[in-house]
């Protein structure tokens, strides 16, 4: 079983930035992709970045450019740096994982609040 836990979300002035990160814990989890999702009100949950364990990285066109991810598998951690921030990026966001070889984000945090306003 792999525990993630999230840190580092806030309230920020659009154009500002924000870094979180992720700590994964638990028996396999230095393996496993890892990946943001983003979950606004109202909406469905859905991916922001992934990263597998060997550095391999996949973006969401509307965060091309802005954010990036990135993880040390010396800490089990994963970040997302991200920049010019939108009021649409507002949203709590979570940090998933899944096994090598599946399709499906098994693993999940409990989540942090990201907020950007005007």
């Known amino acids: 079983q792999v525990q993630l836990v999230e840190s580092g979300g806030g309230l920020v002035q659009a154009g500002g930035s924000l870094r979180l990160s992720c700590a994964a814990s638990?028996?396999?989890?230095?393996?496993?992709?890892l990946g943001w999702f983003h979950q606004a009100p109202g909406r469905a949950r859905e991916m922001v970045a992934s990263?597998?364990?060997?550095?391999?990285?996949d973006y969401a066109e509307s965060v091309k450019g802005r954010f990036t991810i990135s993880r040390d598998n010396t800490k089990n951690t994963m970040y997302l740096q991200m920049n010019s921030l939108k009021p649409d990026d507002t949203a709590v966001y979570y940090c998933?994982?899944?096994?090598?070889?599946?399709?499906?984000?098994?693993?999940w945090g409990q989540g942090t609040q990201v907020t950007v306003s005007l």
């Open positions: 998933g994982g899944r096994l090598p070889f599946t399709s499906n984000f098994r693993f």
């Open positions: 990263i597998t364990s060997g550095g391999t990285t």
């Open positions: 638990g028996s396999g989890s230095s393996i496993i992709t």
